[in-house]
Nanobody
Framework: QVQLVESGGGLMQPGGSLRLSCAVS????????MGWYRQAPGKQRELVAT???????NYADSVKGRFTISRDKAKNTVTLQMNSLKVDDTAVYYC??????????????WGQGTQVTVSS
């Protein structure tokens, strides 16, 4: 059974940095696109950043230049480095991965979410 387990997050002052990590475990054939999404209270879940299996990245305009997504294919992990944090970055952050099973079926998986709070 495939699982996505997130770590990192917490409370940080504006201007500070946090690092989120997500590890994929279980049995599967390959991982395609991985990404991070976030959901603030009262708002819809939104894309933060994605990275393809070819390491092409895509960022929401609101985080460009401040956040960096990366992945380690050998360890099946994806990381989100968040710098120059703003109060508006406060949200629950979710890891996402598009995974191909050993039967070559493609399915989207989500982590359980980790809280990021930016406050002075």
């Amino acid at each position: 059974q495939v699982q996505l387990v997130e770590s990192g997050g917490g409370l940080m002052q504006p201007g500070g940095s946090l690092r989120l990590s997500c590890a994929v475990s279980g049995t599967f054939f390959s991982i395609n696109t991985m990404g991070w999404y976030r959901q603030a209270p009262g708002k819809q879940r939104e894309l933060v950043a994605t990275i393809t299996s070819g390491d092409s990245t895509n960022y929401a305009d609101s985080v460009k230049g401040r956040f960096t997504i990366s992945r380690d294919k050998a360890k099946n992990t994806v990381t989100l480095q968040m710098n120059s944090l703003k109060v508006d970055d406060t949200a629950v952050y979710y890891c996402n991965a598009e995974i191909q099973s050993v039967l070559f079926r493609l399915r989207e998986y989500w982590g359980q979410g980790t809280q990021v709070t930016v406050s002075s």
